[in-house]
C-alpha cells in the first residue's frame, strides 16, 4: 500500500472537518478564484497545516509567492493562523473548512469580473479531478487486487430533463453523506477515497 504522504522536515498539522464547508459568495470567490491560491487551500485541507515555505516546497512554487497568496485566502476567511503550531519564527496556516461549496447564482451574476471567476475555478477544480485521476491510474498496482477491484471508473448517459438531473444529483450527495459517517470509516483497512461527480448535457452530435 502506497504511504501517507509526508511533508519535508514537520509533522503532520490537524486537518478541518470534511463536513465543514466554507460557501463561496462573489467576494469570496474572486478571492479564491486562483490556481495557486486554489492548490494551497487543497494542500492544508488535505495534509493539515504548514508554512509558507513547506508549501512553497510541496507546489513547486517560491516562499513569497505562496505567502502573499495564503494572506489573500486569509483576507477572504479561507485560512488562518494555527495557534497550535505557530510558536516559532514561521506563521503557520491551516485552513478554515475542509470542503468549499458554490452556490448556482454565481453562474448567473451579472458582474463580469465573478463570471471570469467562474470559469478559472471550474476549469482549476477540472484540472485538479483530471491529476487526481491520472496519479491513481499510474500507481493502482501499487494497491493491490482488493482495491483495484473496489475502484470505479465509469460513465453514463442519460436523457434527463434540468429538474431531473438536480433531482439525481441531490440523491447522490445524500448517498455520500451516509457513507462519510458509516462506522467502516475506521475500519483497520479503511483509506482516503477521491469520489468524483461530472454531471452536464451534452449535444447529441
Not at 46 to 62: I, K, N, P, V
Not at 155 to 170: V, W
Request: hydrophobic share 35%; no cysteine.
Amino acid at each position: 500500500m502506497p504511504e501517507p504522504e509526508k511533508r519535508t522536515g514537520e509533522t503532520p498539522g490537524k486537518r478541518p472537518a470534511e463536513h465543514v464547508v466554507h460557501p463561496l459568495d462573489p467576494r469570496s470567490l474572486r478571492g479564491l478564484a486562483h490556481p495557486l491560491r486554489i492548490q494551497l487551500l487543497r494542500a492544508l485541507r488535505r495534509h493539515g497545516s504548514a508554512t509558507a515555505s513547506q508549501l512553497a516546497e510541496r507546489l513547486g512554487e517560491s516562499s513569497g509567492a505562496t505567502s502573499y497568496h495564503l494572506r489573500q485566502l486569509a483576507a477572504h476567511g479561507f485560512v488562518e493562523d494555527d495557534p497550535e503550531r505557530g510558536k516559532g519564527r514561521e506563521r503557520w496556516w491551516k485552513a478554515v473548512a475542509g470542503g468549499t461549496a458554490f452556490d448556482e447564482s454565481l453562474y448567473r451574476n451579472e458582474d463580469p469580473e465573478v463570471r471570469g471567476a467562474v470559469d478559472v475555478y471550474m476549469h482549476e477544480i477540472a484540472n485538479i479531478h483530471t491529476q487526481e485521476l491520472n496519479t491513481y491510474l499510474g500507481t493502482r498496482e501499487d494497491w493491490g487486487q482488493k482495491w483495484l477491484g473496489s475502484a470505479d471508473m465509469s460513465d453514463f448517459t442519460l436523457r434527463l430533463p434540468p429538474a431531473k438531473l438536480r433531482e439525481l444529483g441531490e440523491k447522490v450527495h445524500a448517498l455520500m453523506e451516509e457513507y462519510r459517517t458509516a462506522p467502516e470509516q475506521d475500519a483497520p483497512d479503511a483509506e482516503r477515497v477521491r469520489v468524483h461527480l461530472h454531471a452536464f448535457p451534452q449535444r447529441e452530435d
